[in-house]
């Protein structure tokens, strides 16, 4: 079935760096979902790419869809401890169900 | 807080048992979906449910099953359980069927089979 790559598996940085995670996939997607998953939390939706090249900001957040709309990428400025968490993308496939990526672990060093 | 309701937040139990988790979407969503999630893995669709019926399957076990009840809750099924079903089982509604909309996770619940 169709997959989407996420990368880094794991991420650790200092506080007050930046981050970044990508989301690649082989075939175009329909839009793509971001979702944040704290420490024994559950996921919470973050935002939703629908267009070509769109980008999208929360804050010290920014999203972006790439022109082919097979990848995207999430950027924390600044990174805090309150962004410790575990990020997944998750890509639509036409009218098929949402796909998860494998998620990228964020640990904050103090 | 999701809106999102699951029950019961832990259960263990042996090898070969069968249990039955529940979950309660959001108000005003029609759409359930059951995902697992194995230590430090990744999000692995099971199931989704729309309105009462089946819309879509995932890597759902033939062991495992799944409804969705009149009044919206959700109830999945495991049986003849095997140590590698321990995982955290969660629920997620959303308003629509069609994909488009947000997933609301509840908080799930962990499985322990001993």
């Known amino acids: 079935g169709q997959q989407v790559m996420q990368i880094p598996q794991y991420q650790h940085v200092q506080e007050g760096e930046d981050f970044t995670t990508y989301c690649n996939s082989s075939t175009t997607l329909s839009n793509i979902q971001w979702y944040k998953q704290r420490p024994g939390g559950h996921p919470v939706f973050l935002i939703q790419l629908v267009k070509s090249g769109e980008v999208k900001k929360q804050k010290r957040l920014t999203f972006q869809f790439g022109e082919a709309k097979k990848n995207s990428s999430l950027h924390i400025t600044a990174t805090q401890t309150t962004d410790v968490g575990t990020y997944f993308c998750a890509g639509r496939y036409g009218n098929e169900k949402l796909t998860f990526g494998t998620g990228t672990r964020l640990t904050i060093i103090p | 807080d999701s809106g999102v309701t699951q029950t019961p937040k832990h259960l263990i139990t042996a090898t070969g048992q069968r249990v039955t988790l529940r979950c309660s979407p959001r108000s005003g969503d029609l759409s359930v979906y059951w995902y697992q999630q194995s230590l430090d893995q990744g999000l692995q669709f099971l199931i989704q449910y729309y309105n009462g019926e089946e819309r879509a399957k995932g890597n759902i076990l033939e062991r495992f099953s799944a409804q969705q009840f009149p009044d919206l809750h959700s109830e999945l099924n495991l049986s003849s359980l095997e140590l590698g079903d321990s995982a955290l089982y969660f629920c997620?509604?959303?308003?629509?069927?069609?994909?488009?909309?947000?997933?609301?996770f509840g908080n799930g619940t962990r499985l322990t089979v001993t």
């Open positions: 997620a509604s959303s308003v629509d069927g069609i994909h488009n909309s947000p997933l609301h």
